[in-house]
């Protein structure tokens, strides 16, 4: 059996392929990566020929295809159980948050959409915008565990689904409480995010001194 193959879009935009890639790389399952450029005039007919979802990221392995992110995840974490947290208790919050920001936070994404190469710059933000950032702090706050760095102590999925609104808020410069600012800054210093955002800047043409998220 050959390995997964992770079908992503670019990595400068698409925050939905990054929340996978980061938590095969986690797991510490060897997958190959094929990127599809997106916003083409192939592109659709691409993604659709691809998967039922025609939408990135898709995982093909088996001669199974998954085409949701958090399904992607969750298959990973069958294979690696410690990218879950390991009490029950602490891990059923980190699946609540981890839902919340996958089917949530519509104005945040519309008005703040993920773009690692854009240089750091504050824009108005909306009523909705703000309210859905003030959520995100407040529930972070709800959760969060003084056991490491990350939400619940050590990685877990639920940091690979807010790795891409730390992004976020970092280049559009969002003004946040120190709790959330410190752990922003825990996401966007991790190794695998340094490797997937160096790609993405080579993938552009963009010098390495640019901009650091």
Same mark, same amino acid.
């Given at each position: 059996m050959?390995?997964?193959?992770?079908?992503?879009?670019?990595?400068?935009?698409?925050? /939905?392929?990054? #929340?996978?890639?980061?938590?095969? #790389?986690k797991?510490?399952?060897a997958f190959d990566e094929h990127m599809i450029?997106?916003?083409?005039?192939?592109? #659709?007919?691409?993604?659709e020929a691809l998967s039922p979802g025609g939408t990135v990221p898709v995982l093909e392995t088996g001669g199974e295809v998954i085409w949701?992110?958090?399904?992607?995840?969750?298959w990973a974490a069958? #294979?690696?159980?410690q990218i879950w947290p390991s009490d029950p208790g602490m891990r059923a919050r980190a699946r609540a948050v981890t839902a919340s920001m996958h089917s949530g936070f519509a104005a945040l994404r519309r008005s703040c959409p993920m773009d690692l190469c854009r240089p750091v710059a504050p824009?108005?933000?909306?009523e909705a915008t703000r309210r859905d950032i003030a959520a995100i702090q407040?529930? /972070?706050?709800?959760v969060r565990s003084d056991e490491g760095p990350f939400l619940f102590g050590q990685w877990s999925i639920a940091d690979a689904f807010f790795t891409p609104v730390a992004a976020r808020f970092h280049h559009f410069a969002v003004p946040l409480d120190p709790a959330a600012q410190i752990y922003c800054d825990s996401l966007l210093a991790d190794a695998d995010y340094r490797d997937w955002i160096e790609a993405a800047r080579r993938e552009n043409l963009v010098p390495p001194g640019h901009q650091h998220a």
């Open positions: 050959g390995r997964p193959v992770l079908h992503i879009g670019n990595k400068q935009l698409s925050s /939905w392929s990054l #929340r996978p890639w980061l938590a095969l #790389r797991a510490g399952i450029p997106l916003d083409r005039p192939e592109t #659709r007919a691409a993604l949701d992110s958090l399904a992607i995840c969750e069958e #294979r690696a159980p824009v108005a933000l909306d407040a529930m /972070w706050a709800g």
